[in-house]
Nanobody, 115 residues
Framework: QVQLVESGGGLVQPGGSLRLSCVAS????????MDWHRQAPGKQREWVAR???????YYADSVKDRFTISGDNAKNTIYLQMNSLRPEDTAVYYC?????????WGQGTQVTVSS
């Protein structure tokens, strides 16, 4: 069982930045992917970004060139650096860990972009 805890959300003005963190409860050494997803009020959850155990990264078109996903294996942590935030980025952000056919989700962290 892998537990994930997100943090770093908050209220930020348009154009601002936030860095989200997702800490895994156990050391991750297998072949895996870790994703960030988000869900805005009244909308379906959508995929935002992915990092693999080899360090490859992928982004949704809506966040490409603004968001950066990274990982620190020593800390069992992944990050999502979010720059140039827009009101439409407002959502609950979730991290997801997938390995060996199983997936685990964190509880989410709220990001609100508003003036």
């Amino acid at each position: 069982q892998v537990q994930l805890v997100e943090s770093g959300g908050g209220l930020v003005q348009p154009g601002g930045s936030l860095r989200l963190s997702c800490v895994a409860s156990t050391r991750i050494t297998s072949i895996y992917t870790m994703d960030w997803h988000r869900q805005a009020p009244g909308k379906q959850r959508e995929w935002v970004a992915r990092i693999t155990n080899r360090g490859a990264t992928y982004y949704a078109d809506s966040v490409k060139d603004r968001f950066t996903i990274s990982g620190d294996n020593a800390k069992n942590t992944i990050y999502l650096q979010m720059n140039s935030l827009r009101p439409e980025d407002t959502a609950v952000y979730y991290c997801k860990f997938f390995a060996a056919g199983r997936e685990y989700w964190g509880q989410g962290t709220q990001v609100t972009v508003s003036s």
